[in-house]
């Protein structure tokens, strides 16, 4: 299990940064709101709210906004504003030692799983959860799950059991993220060690047979073979070809689990949905799933 790192307290310092693609500042101003009535201060990265093509910033920039987070031994979280692109063009153009020096939690989900995996890889856990971007659009308990989250309180989630999913229960490590940037990474110095994990995955706009080749890396890489457990989150906006595929989510993940009995739970509430809900990656977590309903704890 990864370094638990100390939960939030009235008066520590947020950064919100915006490593990959532009926004407007009204997110920010939403999330500031939010960060000062829970009673923490907020300062908002230099290049934040800046634009250079698609990005917030020149990968200079936004580098520069990263390694001040990582380096501020005030800061206690690091909050990414957005996704969208451009995570992987900063996460070996900065130097990790001041976060080693000085730990801090780190927020985001889609793109942002290119720095959740780098923490994980450093030891320390990190949270996959809603980013100022989705706070307006974002499920009660998708927030709340976030401010649990980095305030050290446990987060308990039930829901209805698909029928497709596959009975069981397993505690382990929790790792995962985006399904593109996780098998992206595959073969990299940011691969992550899947042995006896609880993966979970999340994707958004792809073309179904692109998962479908994604999964087939990943069985190839040994990665469904190590896993102890498995959550499917939001798959959301997927295309289709012109001559359909008429491939469906569950048939893709179920073809590879033939010969191998794990927990699998499908439609979770974790992705590019409004049911954000958060997850910590590097943290012991317990899936239950029966026929009726599926318990996760953490």
């Known amino acids: 299990m990864n370094t638990l790192l100390p939960a939030l307290k009235k008066g520590d310092l947020i950064r919100i940064i915006s490593p990959a693609k532009t926004i407007d500042v009204s997110f920010f101003e939403v999330a500031q709101q939010k960060f000062e009535a829970a009673g923490f201060r907020v300062i908002i990265g230099n290049n934040a709210l800046g634009q250079h093509n698609y990005f917030s910033g020149t990968d200079e920039e936004r580098s520069a906004d990263l390694q001040e987070a990582l380096d501020d031994a005030d800061c206690k979280l690091i909050v990414c504003s957005r996704g969208g692109y451009g995570s992987i063009r900063l996460v070996n153009a900065v130097n990790w030692d001041g976060f080693k020096r000085s730990p801090k939690w780190f927020c985001g989900f889609s793109d942002i799983t290119v720095f959740l995996s780098r923490i994980h890889r450093l030891q320390f856990q990190c949270i996959h959860g809603t980013m100022p971007l989705n706070y307006e659009t974002n499920s009660s308990e998708a927030l709340d799950s976030f401010f649990n989250a980095i305030t050290g309180k446990e987060n308990f989630y039930t829901l209805p059991s698909s029928s497709f999913n596959k009975t069981g229960k397993v505690s382990g490590e929790l790792v995962g993220g985006n399904l ?79 010969e191998r009995s794990i927990p699998i739970s499908f439609d979770f509430p974790v992705g590019h949905i409004s049911d954000n809900r958060a997850m910590i990656v590097g943290k012991t977590a317990t899936l239950e799933i029966d026929k009726e309903k599926v318990n996760f704890r953490q």
């Open 180 to 258: 593109c940037i996780l098998h992206s990474l595959l073969g990299t110095d940011d691969r992550i060690d899947y042995s006896n994990k609880i993966l979970f995955i999340e994707e958004v706009g792809e073309q179904l047979y692109s998962i479908d080749r994604m999964l087939h890396s990943l069985k190839k890489a040994g990665v469904l073979d190590e896993i102890s457990g498995l959550i499917v989150g939001g798959m959301t906006e997927l295309k289709e070809t012109p001559i359909p595929t008429n491939f469906t989510i569950p048939e893709l993940v179920l073809h590879h689990f033939q």
